[in-house]
């Protein structure tokens, strides 16, 4: 049986000068997997040399393929037997969602002399969307920003054993000790997906009494007036509601000859929300055109547009995400 995988990451082991890229993949991969997704990464898994018994399977069953993009990543994908050009035509096959990164921003571009099988990559309007993640001290953040924007956002619910392996062995000792002595006591049992932290607070609050809290009796003028200021504020508060709702019509007439003639009357109300429902669409449409412009890599004029939504008080889902994206990507 195949095993299944979150995510696969396909990147070209040696540039053209000779120079490694299997830290900067390995990074990475350890970074995924202490957020609890499961990675097929090859140097890890590929320890016996049959690469093609693991690798294709491996992309057929995860949910996204991260492509590794150095300086040289596609450099020899014109040849038909280049495993990174075999990793990509596979997932692009399968149908898996690819997911572009470029370590501290080294790549320039998808090359024109693309192979035919691989032209989906670069597409319409700049291609797909090119993320950096930057190897100092922002990237995990950058990690987490790559999460919430291309994968869905969060991390994946760890059992206990992912969360002692992910200590290392001096922190799964230590953490594993105290689980066998919270399991050993009373019998109780711990639930697999429940924080260590969790514990340790339940068990302290059966210990430590709850402390008696004394209570002041107010005086009763006080109480008298803080009762007829609380009436009144309720009577102003419906009173506000009644003039809300309530919309004054005036119909003027205007003398003509003798004759009558009724002016329609102007709601006012129903003029303001047009005009907010006017800046509100306009305001969709420049975010979106910001988007596109984020997608194409064209990071300076979309972050522009994004403070210029941010200063006029617009409020979009992912709007401070963006920025800070773009601030990001621009510092690369």
């Given at each position: 049986m195949?095993?299944?995988?979150?995510?696969f990451?396909s990147?070209?082991?040696k540039?053209?000068?000779?120079?490694?890229n299997?830290?900067?993949?390995?990074?990475?991969?350890?970074?995924l997997?202490a957020r609890?997704?499961?990675?097929?990464?090859?140097f890890?898994?590929c320890t016996?040399?049959?690469?093609?018994?693991k690798?294709?399977?491996?992309?057929?069953?995860c949910?996204?393929f991260l492509?590794?993009?150095?300086?040289d990543?596609?450099?020899?994908?014109?040849?038909k037997?280049?495993?990174?050009r075999?990793?990509?035509?596979?997932?692009?096959r399968c149908?898996?969602?690819?997911i572009?990164?470029?370590?501290?921003?080294?790549?320039?571009g998808?090359?024109?002399?693309?192979?035919?099988?691989l032209?989906p990559l670069?597409?319409e309007?700049?291609g797909l969307?090119v993320t950096?993640?930057?190897?100092?001290?922002?990237?995990?953040?950058?990690?987490?920003?790559?999460i919430?924007?291309?994968m869905?956002?969060?991390?994946?619910g760890?059992?206990?054993k992912?969360?002692?392996m992910?200590?290392?062995i001096p922190?799964?000792?230590?953490?594993?000790?105290?689980?066998?002595?919270?399991?050993?006591r009373?019998?109780s049992?711990?639930?697999?997906?429940?924080?260590?932290?969790?514990?340790?607070?339940?068990?302290?609050?059966?210990?430590?009494?709850?402390?008696?809290?004394?209570t002041v009796?107010?005086?009763?003028?006080k109480?008298?007036?803080?009762a007829n200021?609380?009436?009144?504020k309720?009577?102003r508060?419906?009173e506000?509601?009644v003039k809300?709702?309530?919309?004054e019509?005036?119909e003027?007439?205007?003398?003509?000859?003798?004759?009558k003639v009724?002016?329609?009357?102007?709601?006012?109300?129903?003029?303001?929300?047009?005009?907010?429902?006017?800046?509100?669409?306009?305001?969709?449409?420049?975010?979106n055109?910001?988007?596109k412009?984020?997608?194409?890599g064209q990071?300076?004029?979309a972050?522009e547009?994004f403070e210029?939504?941010?200063r006029d008080?617009?409020?979009?889902?992912g709007?401070d995400v963006y920025?800070q994206?773009?601030?990001?990507?621009l510092?690369?």
């Amino acid at each position: 049986m195949e095993e299944k995988y979150d995510i696969f990451i396909s990147y070209r082991r040696k540039e053209g000068n000779g120079q490694s890229n299997v830290d900067k993949a390995r990074s990475i991969y350890y970074e995924l997997r202490a957020r609890g997704y499961s990675v097929f990464f090859d140097f890890e898994e590929c320890t016996d040399g049959y690469f093609s018994n693991k690798i294709l399977p491996a992309i057929r069953t995860c949910n996204y393929f991260l492509l590794v993009l150095t300086k040289d990543a596609l450099l020899r994908c014109s040849s038909k037997g280049d495993w990174v050009r075999r990793e990509i035509e596979e997932a692009i096959r399968c149908g898996r969602k690819i997911i572009p990164v470029s370590p501290d921003g080294v790549f320039a571009g998808w090359p024109e002399d693309l192979p035919e099988s691989l032209l989906p990559l670069a597409g319409e309007d700049g291609g797909l969307q090119v993320t950096t993640i930057h190897t100092d001290s922002s990237f995990k953040s950058d990690i987490g920003l790559l999460i919430d924007l291309r994968m869905g956002g969060g991390n994946k619910g760890k059992t206990v054993k992912k969360y002692l392996m992910s200590m290392g062995i001096p922190g799964a000792l230590v953490v594993g000790g105290l689980l066998a002595f919270f399991l050993s006591r009373e019998g109780s049992e711990i639930d697999a997906g429940a924080g260590i932290a969790d514990t340790i607070v339940q068990d302290t609050t059966q210990v430590v009494p709850p402390q008696p809290v004394e209570t002041v009796k107010p005086e009763p003028e006080k109480s008298v007036v803080e009762a007829n200021q609380k009436k009144q504020k309720k009577e102003r508060v419906k009173e506000d509601a009644v003039k809300s709702v309530k919309v004054e019509k005036e119909e003027p007439k205007v003398e003509a000859v003798g004759v009558k003639v009724a002016v329609p009357p102007v709601d006012e109300q129903i003029v303001a929300c047009e005009a907010n429902r006017e800046k509100d669409q306009q305001a969709n449409r420049e975010f979106n055109r910001a988007k596109k412009l984020f997608n194409a890599g064209q990071y300076k004029r979309a972050l522009e547009i994004f403070e210029s939504l941010k200063r006029d008080g617009v409020s979009m889902d992912g709007l401070d995400v963006y920025i800070q994206t773009c601030r990001n990507n621009l510092k690369g």
